[in-house]
């Protein structure tokens, strides 16, 4: 696939973050994780676009995996962008708000091809 056939239409920059909580469905804790992620959402200055959302019921195959509680996936315009929210003070007040709830991340970042 050559890649100036690539359409960016998300931005250069994309950060996905799973997060699974220790007690996922404990509704005290679904419901800390939520106001603090949605703080972040409406606070931070460098993310473009934003995208918060749990498992789909998607078919069950090999190849999907829906373990997770929590997908958050934000759009930078580039890669300074998104180093700068690494030590913006809404990032670290999530951090705070939010670590003891999950047990887990993991963070999948990508540069688009036309970038």
């Known amino acids: 696939m ?3 056939s690539i359409e960016n239409k ?3 920059f994309v950060h996905t973050v799973f997060f699974w909580l220790k007690n996922p469905t404990q509704t005290s804790d679904r419901e800390a994780f939520e106001m603090a992620i949605r703080k ?3 606070t931070n200055p460098q993310a473009t676009s ?3 959302g749990c ?3 998607s078919e069950k195959r090999a190849v ?3 373990s997770f509680t929590y997908c958050y996936v934000m759009l930078f315009p580039d890669l300074e962008s998104q180093n700068a929210y690494q030590t913006d003070p809404t990032h670290l ?3 705070e708000e939010a ?4 047990e887990r991340v993991v963070v999948y970042d990508s540069l688009s091809l036309n970038h």
């Open 50 to 52: 934003n995208h918060l």
């Open 55 to 57: 498992p789909a019921e």
């Open 99 to 102: 670590s003891h709830l999950w």
């Open 10 to 12: 998300t931005g250069p």
């Open 2 to 4: 050559n890649s100036e």
């Open 93 to 95: 007040l999530f951090i």
């Open 40 to 42: 972040l959402i409406q």
């Open 64 to 66: 999907v995996d829906n």
